[in-house]
């Protein structure tokens, strides 16, 4: 069975920084595309960002609104996927999802499985 | 980029068929593919719906999904209605740069 269970959430100051943690289970992990995605309260789904397999390159893509902020990282010894949000601004508030991403070749093509998310809130 | 652009809300009666509907602002909605995502209150999202019109194991076949090039949009079915379906759902695809593109949700009231 297929586990993804991120840590790490709190609250922060604006301008603040916080690492968020997914341990995964029940698959390859170091076979694995793994994206973030996040949800402000009451709002829809946004994608923050993904790593690659090593064996795709282990490149990184993020979205406009937290390029240069945040990074993403893995540790396929531990089964582990970070991210490392830094500058934190109030509109960072949200809870924060990460997902397997299923990919055929170089081209990406669906979100498989979801963990339970883990609340971030960037308020002084 | 493009957007895409889902109703707000849509409501049906238990039993019955609803279509929502997901609409691609600029370039082909048949240049990637679409999938659909339901999201229960206070849980995370599941996949219903990925490359356009694949179930995963395990989503009952009242969930379809299809696209229509001559709209522009993907469409995501759900037949014989039940209270459990009742949920958010979105729609997902990529742009050009592989980059990921979300509509902006549909609530789904099932009464």
């Known amino acids: 069975e297929v586990q993804l269970v991120e840590s790490g959430g709190g609250l922060v100051k604006p301008g603040g920084s916080l690492r968020l943690s997914c341990a995964a289970s029940?698959?390859?992990?170091?076979?694995?595309?793994m994206s973030w995605v996040r949800q402000a309260p009451g709002k829809g789904l946004e994608w923050v960002g993904r790593i690659k397999s090593k064996t795709d390159g282990g490149t990184t893509d993020y979205a406009a609104p937290v390029k240069g902020r945040f990074t993403i990282s893995r540790d396929d010894s531990k089964n582990t996927l970070y991210l490392q949000m830094n500058s934190l601004k109030t509109e960072d508030t949200a809870v924060y999802y990460c997902t397997t991403e299923g990919n055929s070749g170089s081209y990406p093509k669906s979100f498989d499985y979801w963990g339970q998310g883990t609340l971030v809130t960037v308020s002084s | 980029n493009f957007m895409l652009t889902q109703p707000h809300s849509v409501s049906e009666s238990p039993g019955k068929t609803v279509t929502i509907s997901c609409t691609r602002s600029?370039?082909?909605?048949?240049?990637?593919?679409v999938q659909w995502y339901q999201q229960r209150p206070g849980s995370a999202p599941t996949t219903v719906i990925y490359?356009?019109?694949?179930?995963p194991s395990g989503v009952p076949d009242r969930f379809s999904g299809s696209i229509d090039s001559s709209s522009n949009s993907a469409s995501l079915t759900i037949s014989g209605l039940k209270t459990e379906d009742e949920a958010d759902y979105y729609c997902?695809?990529?742009?050009?740069?592989?980059?990921?593109?979300f509509g902006g949700g549909t609530k789904l009231t099932v009464l």
């Open positions: 600029s370039g082909s909605i048949a240049s990637n593919y």
């Open positions: 997902q695809s990529y742009d050009s740069s592989n980059f990921v593109v």
């Open positions: 029940g698959f390859t992990f170091s076979n694995a595309w």
């Open positions: 490359e356009d019109n694949q179930r």
